[in-house]
């Protein structure tokens, strides 16, 4: 079957010497892994590799078996053009981070429109804005909403327990210290047009290795992106 859709590029694997496997969140069938062959050779060649950095929003038309085999493009144009994300070194590092985060995060469950407009609405902005140090927290914590996780919402109490995503009103093993519970309701309310400043350093990198943790203990399998080293550096 022939689709028509927008894509959402979530990672890319390079095949032998000339080729590669993508695999893209859609609007029309959730997530779907294609095969691209010659993608690094050829001057009139469409599918160029650089078509499938982290993230990118593509337009693309592509033959669906649905048969969870890889599929295959018939047509692809970049449909966002960033114009700051592929300059800006703090961009590229986020990118680069959620795609991974995103990689383990994502199953095959069919399709997912909210989720998919949340990604694009959210990659806009990064792309639109100039202060975006909390981008990728408040990113990774609203993505919960639609992946089934989100936090439950009696945040009078003083503890946020991990595997039950709930406030409870005594620590266990699973949950964030009071100090810590503090700083994931503060994050909690935030939204991206917020001040950028509300967390140091220090604050937002105990906000990232609670949001990991918090995804490891809710996602079978969840394994850290190895990009994670490379985001702290960035942001340290």
């Known amino acids: 079957m022939l689709v028509k859709t ?51 929003i593509l337009g693309i038309e592509a033959y669906h078996k649905n ?13 966002t053009p960033y114009q700051t994300i592929h300059q800006d070194i703090y961009k590229t590092t986020i990118t680069l981070f959620l795609s991974d985060m995103l990689h383990h995060a ?19 902005w990064l792309d639109s804005h100039d202060e975006v140090s909390n981008f990728h927290l408040i990113t990774l914590l609203q993505l919960t909403r639609y992946l089934g996780f989100y936090p439950q919402s009696d945040v009078d ?15 266990s093993l699973t949950c964030l210290s009071e100090e810590e519970t503090k700083l994931f309701k503060t994050l909690l309310q935030l ?27 809710n996602i079978e399998g969840f394994r850290k992106p190895k990009s994670l080293e490379v985001l702290k550096e960035v942001f340290g």
Not at 114 to 123: D, P, S, Y
Not at 157 to 171: H, K, N, R
Not at 191 to 217: E, H, T
């Open 6 to 56: 927008k894509a959402i590029v979530i990672s890319s694997l390079k095949y032998q010497e000339k080729s590669l496997i993508v695999k893209c969140l859609t609007v029309s069938d959730g997530l779907k892994s294609y095969f691209i062959a010659n993608a690094f050779t050829g001057k009139k060649n469409q599918q160029k590799s650089s078509f499938f950095q982290p993230l990118t």
């Open 67 to 79: 048969k969870g085999t890889l599929e295959r493009f018939k047509e692809i144009q970049i449909e």
């Open 106 to 124: 994502l199953k095959e469950d069919g399709k997912n429109e909210t989720l998919f407009t949340f990604l694009e609405t959210a990659l806009t």
């Open 157 to 171: 109490l003083p503890f946020f327990e991990m595997t039950e995503g709930i406030f409870v009103p005594f620590q």
């Open 191 to 217: 939204r991206f047009s917020d001040d950028q400043k509300v967390f140091s350093g220090s604050q937002r990198q105990k906000l990232l290795k609670m949001i990991v943790d918090y995804y490891s203990f």
